[in-house]
């Protein structure tokens, strides 16, 4: 009498009582098929998937060296007013790279927030915070001016009118010996706090230092 359990068990699919099976198969053509289509599309949705992954993630273990900037010196620089200076932000592109940073040195009377006691220059940084055009300082009325969109901000950067959703971008600075020094960028909410950089249109108020993070690779000190 046949084992019919050995006969279950069996890894030939005809022993196994599998219709439309073969003598001597092990695997009926249908999952065969069904698994060489499965594989298929696995390879294929990760051409697509992995490169992506690679894209996003790839910052995080990228280490970026903090760049620091010769841009004057320590008595070129008045404590109640600001002057533009030239900062290279991205090297080996030319002209696309630099931007204009106003700078003045911190005054104890006017910098009061916590966040700036330790700051020897204020570096402000001339991109608008609603789409990134580029302010200019106005002396006569000691406000920020966005010629795009009617943005303005008072002598600490932060907005007092127009559709900017946060002050504008600061730099790090340091003082090397008789030379004013400026390093990467950050951005700040309106009580002037410190947040890595973000981009333009990016509130930091409230949730919306939560519903936009950080970049992966964002410089920071």
């Not at 280490?63 to 070129?76: A, C, F, K, M, N």
């Not at 002209?95 to 911190?106: D, F, L, P, S």
């Not at 946060?166 to 730099?171: A, C, E």
Request: hydrophobic content about 35%; some cysteine.
């Amino acid at each position: 009498m046949p084992d019919k359990r050995a006969k279950h068990t069996s890894k030939y699919t005809l022993d196994r009582g599998i219709p439309g099976a073969f003598e001597g198969e092990t695997v009926t053509r249908r999952r065969f098929m069904t698994g060489t289509a499965h594989t298929a599309g696995a390879i294929a949705a990760s051409a697509f998937a992995l490169p992506a992954l690679g894209f996003a993630i790839g910052p995080v273990f990228k280490s970026t060296p903090h760049r620091w900037e010769v841009v004057g010196t320590v008595d070129q620089f008045p404590d109640n007013n600001y002057v533009p200076v030239i900062l290279t932000v991205t090297p080996n592109i030319g002209e696309a790279g630099k931007t204009t940073v106003y700078m003045r040195k911190h005054n104890p009377e006017i910098d009061t927030d916590i966040y700036d006691r330790n700051t020897p220059y204020i570096a402000i940084s001339s991109r608008c915070a609603h789409v990134g055009c580029p302010v200019r300082w106005v002396d006569a009325s000691e406000r920020f001016i966005c010629p795009c969109h009617g943005g303005v901000y008072d002598l600490l950067g932060r907005r007092v009118g127009g559709p900017p959703v946060r002050p504008l971008d600061r730099f790090y600075t340091r003082v090397s010996g008789e030379n004013v020094e400026v390093g990467p960028r950050f951005s700040v909410n309106s009580q002037l706090r410190r947040f890595s950089p973000r981009d333009p249109g990016e509130p930091l108020d409230g949730i919306g230092q939560y519903l936009y993070p950080s970049r992966p690779g964002a410089q920071k000190l």
